[in-house]
């Protein structure tokens, strides 16, 4: 098969290998599409702490089950499916309560071992999604992302009719937005710094401000009347968001922190206490998050048009990874067989 390799910062090759092996619990999916995250990009700069090369990364992808070694299966050979790619221990405190998803040795697909972006990958069985047999492939390839999304809404406050500010227009930020659309929240204002990515969300009729060139606290106030978001979710994972965060949020609101910050931020804890703000941290999906975000995707309850912008073959990977750098994009994808 054909699998596109990371063999160190800055390096990846399209390289012929051998189908891998699949394993006791394991099913063969032969990959439809793939799609390239933040997490790959940090992989590809050779900053990810984990990831080691040669790795074949791709966490975010589709495909069709060919092979499974094991027996009472909740999929057969011939499913669509899309793989929940995360590896837990089932032995750690987080594990054995439930929450497999904050395992305390949480590794994923395409970081901690092969992923997809790839013609074959070899899975846990346990972890794969049917899809409906009718599903665009492309909506399919990004069930990963909006589970993070449809995560982080329901683990939020948020009530009909509340007022949200999310804080990064990227398609994590975008996904974000239209659940809390979806949700039933009354404004929905988002921030980003880059122009192409503003155009973009407000092409999706999204309230978006540009935090450069306007001053986003006397906005927001002004927008709510004086009062602040009921919630901030903060996306960006910046310094200067999580600087503002708590100044955009009302009293008694609440700060749901789905980014991942690269360096910890100074977080304001006398907003914190002062005004009785509610911080939460959302970390991936669990399996009901999964099985929602494609029933939402496939009911089109979730708006995910225009979400990719890029579909690259693989022998382009360069490209597609360098698209991901300019910021400039939403999703991008990589085909890998039809
Ligand atoms: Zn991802
Ligand atoms: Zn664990």
Do not use: W
Not at 217 to 231: F, H, P, Q, S
């Amino acid at each position: 098969m054909q699998a596109l390799v990371y063999k160190g910062p800055k390096t990846i090759y399209v390289e012929s290998m051998n189908i891998p092996e699949v394993k006791r619990g394991e099913a063969l999916v032969r990959v439809f599409y793939a799609g390239i995250c933040g997490s790959d990009m940090h992989i590809y700069h050779g900053v990810h702490p984990r990831a080691k090369a040669p790795l074949i990364m791709g966490h975010e992808f589709c495909g069709e089950v060919v092979d499974i070694n094991d027996e009472d299966n909740n999929v057969k050979i011939g499913d669509m499916v899309v793989p929940e790619p995360l590896l837990f221990c089932g032995k750690c405190h987080a594990c054995l309560t439930g929450n497999y998803h904050v395992c305390y040795n949480l590794g994923l697909l395409g970081i901690d071992r092969d992923g997809g972006f790839a013609e074959y990958a070899a899975v846990p069985v346990s972890k794969l999604h049917k899809i409906p047999k009718d599903m665009s492939k492309v909506d399919a390839a990004i069930i990963e992302p909006v589970a993070v999304a449809v995560h982080t809404v329901r683990m939020s406050r948020l009530k009909i009719g509340d007022d949200v500010v999310i804080m990064g227009a990227g398609p994590i930020g975008t996904l974000v937005a239209e659940a809390c659309k979806t949700a039933g929240a009354k404004q929905i204002i988002m921030t980003d710094v880059k122009e192409d990515r503003i155009q973009k969300a407000r092409e999706r009729d999204f309230m978006v401000i540009n935090s450069l060139k306007e001053n986003l606290v006397e906005k927001i106030m002004d927008l709510t009347n004086g009062k602040g978001a009921d919630i901030v979710f903060d996306v960006a994972g910046v310094e200067a968001t999580a600087a503002i965060d708590t100044k955009l949020v009302r009293v008694r609101g609440q700060i749901v922190v789905v980014a991942v910050f690269n360096d910890p931020p100074r977080v304001n804890y006398r907003d914190v206490s002062f005004k009785e703000i509610d911080i939460v941290g959302v970390r991936v999906y669990n399996f009901e998050d999964y099985d929602m975000a494609i029933n939402l995707v496939y009911n089109k309850k979730i708006n995910v048009s225009n979400i990719v912008t890029h579909i690259f073959n693989l022998d382009e990977g360069e490209k597609g990874f360098k698209v991901m750098e300019s910021g400039n994009g939403m999703k991008v994808l990589f085909k890998l067989n039809d």
